[in-house]
C-alpha cells in the first residue's frame, strides 16, 4: 500500500509569521513531489514540484525534499489570510503507471 | 479556453438515473485522470488513460464507466448511484516529459444522488 501521510490539522499562524507543511510517504521509489493548494469547495492547483533532494524556491514559497527520510516539505514565507487553504500533498512512483497517489491534506489557516 | 474544463459543475441525480460527466483538456496531454473527492477523505484516483487506453482501474465499482475517445476528451458514465456516490468528481491531464510529469486539475464536478 503506497501511502502519504500529512497531519490534518488546521494549523493556524499569524499573519507574516512562516506557515510550514510536512508529509511522509512510504514507497523509496517515489521520484516526483507536488504540492497542491485547494480553496474550499474548488479544485486543487499545483503550487510546487520537486524532484531532487534539497530546496526549491518560488515566490514566497519553499519545497524541501529529503528522500532518505521519505520527507517532504513547504514552507510558506509572509503568511497572508489569502493563504488560507488545504494544501495536499502528492507522490508519483515511477514505475508503477500513471498513479499519483495524494495525501488527505493539511487544513491552513492564517489569523490577520 | 484554456486548460482542464469540466462539465456539468454540479449534478443532482436519483438513484435510477443514468448521467454523463465530461472533460477536456486543452494542453495537448496524453494522459488523462477520473478522481473521487469525499468529504474529509484523501483524493481517490479511479481511472487513468494514456493515449486513449485505460491503464489503471482502481478497483471501482461498475456504475461508474469510463470512456475516452480521444486523447482531449474523457467521459464518466453514471448509472444507479448511490447516496455514497455524491462527491466532487475531478478530472486531471498530465503529459510526462523526460521522466517528469505534473497533474493539472480541472474545476470538478459536484454530484449529489438523491
Known amino acids: 500500500q503506497k501511502e502519504v501521510e500529512q497531519n490534518s490539522g488546521p494549523l493556524s499562524v499569524p499573519e507574516g509569521a512562516i506557515a510550514s507543511l510536512n508529509c511522509t510517504y512510504s514507497?523509496?521509489?517515489?521520484?516526483?513531489f507536488f504540492w497542491y493548494r485547494q480553496y474550499s469547495g474548488k479544485s486543487p492547483e499545483l503550487i510546487m514540484s520537486?524532484?531532487?533532494?534539497g530546496d526549491k524556491e518560488d515566490g514566497r514559497f519553499t519545497a524541501q525534499l529529503n528522500k532518505a527520510s521519505q520527507y517532504v516539505s513547504l514552507l510558506i514565507r509572509d503568511s497572508q489570510p489569502s493563504d488560507s487553504a488545504t494544501y495536499l500533498c502528492?507522490?508519483?512512483?515511477?514505475?508503477?503507471?500513471?498513479?499519483?497517489?495524494f495525501g488527505p491534506g493539511t487544513r491552513l489557516s492564517v489569523l490577520p | 479556453e484554456t486548460g482542464v474544463t469540466q462539465t456539468p459543475r454540479h449534478l443532482v441525480m436519483g438513484m435510477t438515473n443514468k448521467k454523463s460527466l465530461k472533460c477536456e483538456q486543452h494542453?495537448?496531454?496524453?494522459?488523462m485522470y477520473w478522481y473521487k473527492q469525499s468529504a474529509k477523505k484523501p483524493l481517490e484516483l479511479m481511472f487513468v488513460?494514456?493515449?486513449?487506453?485505460?491503464?489503471e482501474n482502481n478497483s471501482v465499482p461498475s456504475r461508474f464507466s469510463p470512456e475516452c475517445p480521444n486523447s482531449s476528451h474523457l467521459f464518466l458514465h453514471l448509472h444507479t448511484l448511490q447516496p455514497e456516490d455524491s462527491a466532487l468528481y475531478l478530472c486531471?491531464?498530465?503529459?510526462?516529459?523526460?521522466?517528469?510529469?505534473?497533474?493539472?486539475f480541472g474545476p470538478g464536478t459536484r454530484l449529489l444522488v438523491l
Open positions: 502528492a507522490v508519483r512512483v515511477d514505475n508503477y503507471g500513471q498513479n499519483f497517489v
Open positions: 488513460y494514456n493515449f486513449k487506453e485505460q491503464t
Open positions: 520537486i524532484y531532487s533532494n
Open positions: 494542453l495537448g496531454h496524453n494522459a
Open positions: 486531471a491531464s498530465s503529459q510526462e516529459v523526460g521522466r517528469r510529469e505534473t497533474q493539472y
Open positions: 514507497d523509496r521509489g517515489s521520484q516526483s
